[in-house]
C-alpha cells in the first residue's frame, strides 16, 4: 500500500474512533447523573434520556465523515501525498474536536440532569446550553466535508 493511503485509513480510523471514544464517555457521564437522579425524581426519566444521549451525535458525526470521505471513492492507490495528508488532517480535526466536545456536552447535561432531579425546571435551558458544546462538532464536520470535495 502506498504512503498516502496509509495516511488516508489511519485519519479515517482516527476520525471514526476518537469521536466514538468521545460519545461513549460522554453518553456515560449523562447516564451515571441520571441513576443519581431517578433516585430523586424517577418521573423525569425522559428528559434524562434526552439530555444522556446529546452526547451520542459526535460518534455520529465521526462515522458520518469516515462514510462521506471512504465512499467518495478518492482513497486510491495513485493519490498524493498530499490527498492523504489531507485525510489524515480531516480525521484528527473531526476525531479530536468530536472527543472533547462529546466529553464537555455530558458534563453540560450532568449537570442539567442534576438540576432536574433536584426538582428545578430546567429542561429547556440544559438543552441550550448542551448545544453549544455539538456546535464545535458540526463544525469541524462540515470541515471533513470541505475538505473531501478538495480533494
Given amino acids: ?3 498516502p493511503v496509509i495516511l488516508s485509513y489511519i485519519g479515517l480510523a482516527l ?3 476518537l469521536a466514538g471514544i468521545g460519545s461513549a464517555i460522554g453518553v456515560s457521564i449523562g447516564g451515571s447523573a441520571t441513576l443519581g437522579a431517578l433516585k430523586k425524581n424517577e418521573a423525569e426519566f425522559g428528559k434524562y434520556m434526552l ?3 446529546l452526547p451520542g451525535t459526535q460518534g455520529l458525526y465521526g462515522f458520518a465523515g469516515f462514510f462521506i470521505i471512504n465512499t467518495s471513492g478518492k482513497i486510491l492507490p495513485e493519490m498524493t ?3 492523504g495528508v489531507a485525510i489524515l488532517a480531516a480525521g484528527l480535526i473531526l476525531g479530536f474536536v468530536g472527543l472533547m466536545s462529546a466529553i464537555q ?3 453540560v447535561c450532568a449537570d442539567g440532569i442534576a438540576g432536574i432531579g433536584a ?3 430546567v429542561f429547556g435551558k440544559a438543552m441550550v446550553l448542551a448545544v453549544f458544546p455539538e456546535l ?3 463544525v469541524a464536520f462540515a470541515t471533513t466535508f470541505l475538505i473531501s470535495t478538495g480533494l
Fill in 15 to 17: 476520525m471514526v474512533g
Fill in 119 to 121: 426538582g428545578y425546571d
Fill in 136 to 138: 464545535y462538532a458540526i
Fill in 51 to 53: 439530555l444522556s444521549a
Fill in 81 to 83: 501525498v498530499l490527498q
Fill in 105 to 107: 456536552q455530558g458534563k
Fill in 1 to 3: 500500500m502506498t504512503t
